[in-house]
């Protein structure tokens, strides 16, 4: 059976784009620093590339990442390397944003979420739900279930958060 929470802060109504049967991993982190650094670097594409060891690079069309904006990565996610195209499809600054793909390989929507604890400290949570070959479902649901889900959150717990942590702190530290 696929993952779904039913947290009320995980209804983002008008968002979701992946229906149906999905994984989902989740991971959160408390940063000493401000939202709003922790914001501005956890939407801020050249930081994908320090914060995630797989990115290589990001492509971005704006300056800044705003509802409606679309950037490409290039990356090595799994097996392959690729060009993952992602469209923002909420921002909500310093709260949430929700990023969205879709390809041949998997299909996917992260959810970036911060929440200032006090005037120093936020948390930040990533939440993905993703579907692994969307145009193979019998093979996708195996992979998903067996290999990606795992993986996924090993990244999230061990790399992806870890490093954003990291990047925003030493941020703060340098404003201070």
Same mark, same amino acid.
């Given at each position: 059976?696929?993952?779904?929470?039913?947290?009320?802060?995980?209804?983002?109504?008008?968002?979701?784009?992946?229906?149906?049967?999905?994984? &989902?991993?989740?991971?959160?982190?408390?940063?000493?620093?401000? $939202?709003?650094?922790?914001?501005?670097?956890?939407?801020?594409?050249?930081?994908? $590339?320090?914060?995630?060891?797989?990115?290589?690079?990001?492509?971005?069309?704006?300056?800044?990442?705003?509802?409606?904006? $679309?950037?490409? &990565?290039?990356?090595?996610?799994?097996?392959?390397?690729?060009?993952?195209?992602?469209?923002?499809?909420?921002?909500?600054?310093?709260?949430?944003?929700?990023?969205?793909?879709?390809?041949? &390989?998997?299909?996917?929507?992260?959810?970036?979420?911060? &929440?200032?604890?006090?005037?120093?400290?936020?948390?930040?949570?990533?939440?993905?739900?993703?579907?692994?070959?969307?145009?193979?479902?019998?093979?996708?649901?195996?992979?998903?279930?067996?290999?990606?889900?795992?993986?996924?959150?090993?990244?999230?717990?061990?790399?992806?958060?870890?490093?954003?942590?990291?990047?925003?702190?030493?941020?703060?530290?340098?404003?201070?």
């Amino acid at each position: 059976m696929a993952t779904r929470t039913t947290e009320g802060s995980d209804r983002d109504t008008g968002t979701r784009r992946l229906a149906g049967d999905y994984q &989902e991993v989740r991971s959160s982190v408390v940063v000493a620093a401000p $939202v709003d650094v922790v914001w501005a670097v956890v939407n801020d594409p050249s930081a994908f $590339v320090e914060a995630i060891d797989w990115v290589f690079e990001v492509w971005v069309e704006d300056d800044e990442l705003r509802e409606g904006s $679309v950037y490409l &990565e290039r990356a090595k996610p799994g097996l392959r390397s690729g060009t993952y195209r992602w469209e923002v499809t909420a921002f909500d600054p310093p709260k949430r944003s929700v990023h969205y793909h879709r390809s041949d &390989e998997f299909e996917a929507e992260l959810h970036v979420r911060c &929440e200032a604890l006090d005037d120093e400290t936020t948390r930040y949570t990533q939440v993905l739900r993703f579907r692994a070959l969307p145009a193979f479902r019998p093979l996708g649901y195996v992979l998903e279930r067996t290999v990606m889900k795992r993986n996924m959150q090993g990244d999230f717990d061990t790399m992806i958060l870890p490093n954003f942590k990291h990047i925003a702190e030493r941020g703060a530290a340098a404003a201070a």
